[in-house]
């Protein structure tokens, strides 16, 4: 063979090169994971809101009324009861309220329950802030045992004049295996 | 690399050695292509089966051979081996012969570890298929495992899928970095890298793509893996984590991915009309920018696939537009193909029969492509057989019509003989009608909303559903012509000349037919 040392010296050296992409490209797949929730976050794509806010108090916007909605949904295979108390409520941008749910294990076991919050339409996201919010951590009920579960939101007075409905939606998961302890 | 001197000393100018050994141990880019040959070609009859267990359960609505769970995992199972059993390995197969012939190199750049990323396969099929026989069952959530099916919900042997994945994504990549240490570093004098052949263009743009994404695949698999069994919570909500994640990462690979099975088929049908034609390639540059273009666009379009996850407006209109741009590039290829073709001296062998049939088929694919790009109107035909439709028409008659005319154009080369012309038109026009009958339906059931990857179906389709279960038939046992034809051509036939096609251009015809054990070890000169 003529392949001289140099040009398989070369060769490996672009090989080389290339397991270096090939594991940085492997890194990266990684790196989307936060970058995903960055990503996220920066633009309230996902209805994530992060929280809790310090609660400041704001110029209340009494010249609108915003119909703010709330639905619940269990994550299949999670016996809870969970419900909202209040369906649906109407409030001024800027306005401090309190909502409570309703969450009770029927089960024979103690169990951890994790809410994901999801906001409707995803444009007003960066506009919901929440001071306390049972979504923020998780829930732990002793079998039979039931509880009333707060929210505690302002939607902000800069919220766009044509966002007339705010639906807030959260998901209960069964989080037994990610407890914390 | 050094290994790559070390070895070469023991080699000489000898044949191969005998016995199974010589396939065990070799280091020969000529065996090592053929055997990722006779592997793919081995996995599309074990895949080709399992698409003909699908199409005899469909063959009638209502449920009369297989149970759904089994279904599933032939659909899952189907998809998983033509990707990467026998697409992928079939085009490093041609590459290993090809580049180096074409190139004017004595060998791959690094060549035990091309005798490595071959042998990784097998071991990593026989993985994924051994999960048939067991009480699990094999995986069933799909090729494109979205979690959480593939993770809360997902069979135990989904752990020999995982490892599976993480074999064959080494084996590509050592695969990529071989092509593209030997292209870039074992050029004869005087190729310089605007002369190359087309098929060592694609190939040289895919094995970046490669490189790209097939990381970020083992990248998914892996957080998969550390979600089952690590507890962690990458996709699982309830832990913080997001399926929806998943598909953003899948796709990431995923969208390239579908370039990589076809662009080396690109590079073999420019090979393959200019020589039939007798008239240089129109457009050359245009070509290998056209490619380049549609290898950078494939990195931001992924989010097509997912226009129903609940995408903000703005997003979906991005990725659609994206997906829209990628015509243009894909556009001035076929003006190419048919200028070449254009007023040339045409003849119509069984190679260029292939090549034309891609040319038409791939561009009715890549218009019902253009058709889920459109955001608002993939609401409608989102998972339905109208996708599958679409991409049996890139891959079937796109990425295997360009395999097999490139084993066509190169055979007389690697065996010494001419097949038989009569038998390799028979099965052109076997496998031309039978792929349309298959999936040409396939676009109607899907509009008027077949759901794809369910066992049963309503009764308003069962027409199409017989008519493409008929063609799927026809064109499996079609390709038994084929391996008919392979063996008759290997073991004897008329005696090929060194230029094979009267026009055909190319170091890889200056060698004898057939090609002998060691070429190039002199580099030839390129004018």
Sequence with gaps: MTDSPKTSFK???????????????FGFGFALVPLYDVFCEFTGINGK????????EQWVDTTRTIKVQFITTNNAGMPWEFEALQEEIEVHPGAWTQVEFWALNPTQKDMVGQAVPSVSPSEATEYVQKTECFCFSQQTLAAGEGRKMPLIFALDSKLPPHIRTVTMSYTIFDAGAFAEK | ????????????HHGPAKGIMRWVLTTNHKDIGTMYLWFAFTMLFIGGAMALIIRTELFQPGMQLIEPEFFNQMTTMHGLIMVFGAIMPAFVGLANWMVPLMVGAPDMALPRMNNWSFWILPFAFGMLLFTLFTEAGAPNFGW???????????????????????????????GAINIIATILNLRAPGMTLMKMPLFV??????????IAVMPVLAGVVTMMLMDIHFGTSFFDAAGGGDPVLFQHVFWFFGHPEVYIMILPAFGIVSQIIPTFARKPLFGYASMVYATSSIAFLSFIVWAHHMF????????????????MLIAIPTGVKVFNWVSTMFRGSMTFETPMLFALAFVVLFTIGGFSGLMLAIAPADFQYHDTYFVVAHFHYVLVPGALFGIIAGVYYWLPKWTGHYYDEKLGKFHFWMSFIGVNVTFFPMHFIGLAGMPRRIPDYALQFADFNAIASVGAFIFGFSQL?????????IRGGEKATDEVWEGAEGLEWTIPSPAPYHTFAEAPEVK
């Excluded at chain 1, 060769?11 to 490209?25: D, P, S």
């Excluded at chain 2, 997902?154 to 064959?168: L, R």
């Excluded at chain 2, 263009?201 to 970046?208: E, K, M, Q, R």
């Excluded at chain 2, 012509?481 to 051509?489: A, D, E, M, V």
């Design chain 2, 201 to 210: 263009w694609t190939w040289l743009i895919t094995a970046y793509l490669l």
């Design chain 1, 49 to 56: 809101i992060t929280g809790p806010v310090e609660r400041v």
């Design chain 2, 308 to 323: 129903t996850v609940g995408l903000p407006l703005q997003t979906e209109l991005f990725f659609m537009y994206a997906t």
């Design chain 2, 481 to 489: 012509i084929f391996l008919y034809l392979l063996i008759k051509t």
């Design chain 2, 1 to 12: 690399m050094t290994t790559a001197t070390a070895h070469h000393d023991d080699h000489g």
């Design chain 1, 11 to 25: 060769a490996g050296k672009t090989a080389l090169k290339l397991v270096l992409a090939a594991v940085a490209m």
């Design chain 2, 144 to 174: 494109t495992f979205y979690a959480p099916l593939s993770t809360t919900y997902a069979p135990s042997s989904v752990t020999f899928f995982i490892f599976g994945v993480h074999m064959m994504g080494i084996s590509s990549i050592m």
